[in-house]
């Protein structure tokens, strides 16, 4: 990044209730407490302002990795496209918080549950370029946060079959123990919502 | 942790103006933007409201171990001693910003830089319990935050000579070349500094 580039937005605001460009198609708790009902979501990148209508508010913010190493870093850059993507009309919001046990963890073992245990960046980087996602965290924004992390994943709705298998292989990992609250919410972008 | 403990407060305000129980010995730019001078520091739980002659505030959130494993855990559990030890009549506050080089860089090759070649948490583990520490996070608490880190150091008058070569191990080490803002502030409890 050069001096003059623009600053990249970390700071995102995922905002549910009855405005927005996604159309809530579900929301599912997988474990732990339910959020309330919302039938669109939008997002906004920075802090957002109280809207009209508005059910809740998730904030994450984009960091450095922390687990990834060189050489899972180039496979993923390689195969990884964008968000935004014009056939990538479907998306999921899943906000996850791990246990404290989790974060108890020394680092070594937190990276040996995530990927030697439970293949995390591999079951990833097998559904890239299809699923595109962006992964924010919460925990270190502030000491009351609901959840640890939100991602955001994109696809077209040919590859919806693959994104389910996807989320289904990473619940089933031993990684996933260590979670006690994840919502997963379905998302449809407004203006594809008659095309269905 | 059980489910009846009081919750340990994670975000800490350090707050520079002419009030606080912490008088400032010292404040030295080491690199980068220096921060403006105060005369006396006060450190708060949890978000701070302005206060009067306030100077500045910073504020940072512990968090989970970003590189040490369970040998290097067990290690500094052993060996470290918490804050606010009667004899702890010195201080020091340090921020530091790493460059963008530094957060690019996947976690491996963060903790090689770290460890196998700085041996920043040996460095540390060899003056303990004589300094005692806490970490701070800032760099996701918000996109806009000075400083990435805050650590805070205690130790007693007789091993400030030990406190020294610490920091200067630290400066001196290759990780210290992705350090692009940093503030030394050294401080005496207030209540001793007649005594000295």
Chains 1, 2 share one sequence.
Not at 25 to 38: F, K, N
Not at 64 to 79: D, I
Not at 128 to 149: K, S, T, Y
Not at 166 to 174: E, G, K, N, T, W
């Amino acid at each position: 990044m050069s001096a003059n580039s623009p600053p990249i937005a970390r700071l995102f605001s995922f905002i549910g209730g009855s405005t927005g460009p996604w159309l809530v198609d579900s929301m599912q708790c997988v474990i732990g407490e339910p959020m309330s009902t919302a039938s669109r979501l939008s997002i906004v990148a920075g802090p957002a302002a109280p809207l009209p209508g508005e059910s809740w508010t998730l904030r994450g913010i984009t960091s450095n990795e922390r687990y990834v190493v060189r050489e899972e870093k180039v496979a993923l850059v390689s195969k990884q496209e964008g968000l935004s993507r014009e056939a990538s009309t479907r998306a999921a919001l899943i906000p996850i918080r791990k246990n404290a046990a989790w974060w108890a963890l020394p680092q070594d073992e937190r990276r040996e549950v995530f990927e030697a245990q439970s293949r995390h960046i591999a079951i990833g980087l097998k559904y890239l370029p299809a699923v595109a996602r962006r992964l924010h965290h919460c925990r270190d924004l502030g000491p009351d946060e609901p959840f640890d992390f939100l991602t955001w994943f994109e696809y077209a709705p040919s590859d919806s079959a693959a994104f389910e298998e996807l989320v289904q292989a990473l619940r089933a990992s031993p990684e996933w123990a260590y979670v006690d609250r994840e919502v997963d919410i379905r998302l449809t972008r407004a203006e594809f919502q008659l095309k269905r």
